[in-house]
Every structure is written in structure tokens, then in C-alpha cells.
């Protein structure tokens, strides 16, 4: 068998039984089941990819993935994560927002920005523009209300265990990244500096702007400094600037993403936890840390 589609359930909401295993596995004229973790993720070895359509229908709707990967180099040695929505819960930009009285009307661009309807940059700078004069505490009470995705130690800790370089590259901003990433583990983090007088925020944000081609290049960079072909490399998102990295990333994931990802990218996580990342690289549950 040169493939695998590996299910994970929604562990908080539903089991992978093996009434479900069986069910997709006759659809996709599968070998003997591998269980990763019990009633949460299992392997089922194909020959070929299965149709998605197909595997969806035999899941009848239940909140349970189907990722399918090749066998061979399964398991990944570069890990490249966007931040918010998917390392962590919400949109740090939004929250920010929330104390000048504005997260209503920002985060509505912010929606339309990582739905790809609107131009990244240009969206970053207008959102910024309006918290000119906020002062810097704000940034403090933002940290207190970000909360870490479940599963985000977890994925990190094991790759980075199993030899894996992980990159925390946002759209966001370095005074959350660097937390994030020292909270979390990852090897290094890369974002766009928010700009201030010492007090306040100016309203503008410290050229150049990191975005959608800029974390393809990290992605591609990493790889090359590492002498890894993009074949070994991973990256996780769910907005319109993280669709480059994910289409070039040897196993790329869309995660609980925005339409125009979901529908674009290979593989995606619509229901699932972080962990469900490393179950796609075939990890069982005991060798999970965290």
C-alpha cells in the first residue's frame, strides 16, 4: 500500500468507532486498519487516494477528517504554523481592537482579508491606521485573553522531539508571536512590528510587511538552509495569506480555515484538534508529549 487516509473524530464531541473505520474503509477498498489512538484516529492503508466525495459520504456527516498521504516520507522535518486561528484560538488583531472600542468594525476587514478579498497589506495598514493613540497596556490585556488551540504544545513538543524544525510565521504581531512561541516551544517565530512612541500606538506598522509571499519564502528558505526538499516539510493555516505555503508544503493543511482555503488546499482539518497534524504523519497516541 503507497497510501494512507488516516480519520480523526473530534474527540470532544464524537468517537471514531469501528462501525465508521469499517464503513470507509469498504469504500475506499482498504487494508487492515491501524489503530493510532482509540476512538480518535486510525490509518487506513489504500493503494491509490481516495475520492474525498466518496469518504465524506461514508462519514455521514459526522465530525470526523479523512487526510490521505503517501507512506513514503511521511513524517515531517520542518514545521511552518500561522498564529492566529490556528496556534491560537482568535485573532489577536481583533482583540486588540476590542479596547479602543473598534473590534466590531475591524474585525469585519479582518474576515474579508483572510477570505481573500481583500489586498493583506493594505488591509493591515487600514486596521492599524485605526488604533493610533491606544496605549500600550492595551497589548497586555490582549495576551490575557489569547488561549493556545488544543493539541498546539502537543504537535510542537513531538516533532520538535522527533527532530523537526518549527516556525511560528504570522500576519500578526511580534509582541504576540514571541509570547506565543515561547509559550507553545516553536524554534523561532517571524511577524510584523507594531510601531509606537513609547506610550501609544502610532497607527502604523514597521515596513516591510510580513505576508502571503513573505511566508512562502520562509517556508522555502527554511527548507533550503535545512537541505530538506518541500516533500518533508508541513505548514498549517486557515487564511487567504497562508494559501501559498500550504499548496507548496509537502503535506499542507488547512485548519478550520476560511472557505477559499478550505476549498483550495489538499488536505484539511474541519473538526479535529492540532493533534489531528500529527496523526496525518502517522504518530500514535503514546508517542504524543504533552
Not at 150 to 157: F, N, T, Y
Not at 177 to 199: E, I, K
Not at 215 to 236: D, H, I, Q, W, Y
Not at 261 to 285: I, M, P, S
Request: hydrophobic fraction near 50%; aromatic fraction near 4%; proline fraction near 3%.
Amino acid at each position: 500500500m503507497r497510501h494512507v487516509i488516516t480519520l480523526i473524530a473530534d474527540h470532544a464531541v464524537t468517537s471514531l468507532t469501528p462501525a465508521i473505520i469499517a464503513r470507509v474503509r469498504d469504500v475506499v477498498a482498504g487494508g487492515e486498519p491501524v489503530i493510532l489512538s482509540p476512538g480518535e484516529a486510525a490509518d487506513i492503508p489504500v493503494t491509490a487516494v481516495p475520492d474525498k466525495d466518496a469518504v465524506r459520504a461514508a462519514l455521514g456527516g459526522a465530525p470526523i477528517d479523512a487526510i490521505a498521504t503517501a507512506v513514503e516520507g511521511r513524517r515531517k522535518s520542518l514545521l511552518i504554523a500561522d498564529m492566529d486561528s490556528t496556534i491560537v484560538t482568535g485573532e489577536t488583531l481583533d482583540e486588540l481592537a476590542d479596547f479602543a472600542g473598534l473590534k466590531e468594525r475591524i474585525s469585519g476587514i479582518t474576515a474579508r482579508a483572510m477570505n481573500g478579498e481583500l489586498d493583506f497589506k493594505a488591509a493591515l495598514r487600514e486596521r492599524v491606521a485605526m488604533l493610533r493613540g491606544l496605549p500600550l497596556d492595551a497589548l497586555d490585556k490582549t495576551w490575557q485573553r489569547v488561549r493556545l488551540t488544543e493539541g498546539a504544545r502537543e504537535l510542537v513538543a513531538t516533532m520538535r522531539a522527533h527532530g523537526a524544525y518549527t516556525a511560528l510565521i504570522s500576519g500578526g504581531f511580534t509582541f504576540f508571536t514571541g509570547r506565543v512561541a515561547a509559550l507553545v516551544g516553536f524554534d523561532m517565530h517571524r511577524s510584523n512590528v507594531l510601531v509606537d512612541d513609547g506610550a501609544t500606538l502610532t497607527g502604523r506598522v514597521a515596513e516591510p510587511i510580513l505576508d502571503r509571499d513573505s511566508k512562502l519564502k520562509t517556508l522555502t528558505r527554511l527548507a533550503t538552509e535545512r537541505g530538506l526538499p518541500m516533500s518533508a516539510t508541513l505548514a498549517v493555516g486557515d487564511g487567504a495569506n497562508d494559501l501559498d505555503m500550504i499548496r507548496a508544503a509537502g503535506l499542507g493543511i488547512a485548519f478550520h480555515a476560511k472557505p477559499i482555503v478550505a476549498v483550495e488546499a489538499r488536505a484539511r482539518v474541519d473538526h479535529a484538534n492540532l493533534r489531528a497534524l500529527l496523526f496525518a504523519q502517522g504518530y500514535r497516541r503514546e508517542e504524543i508529549i504533552g
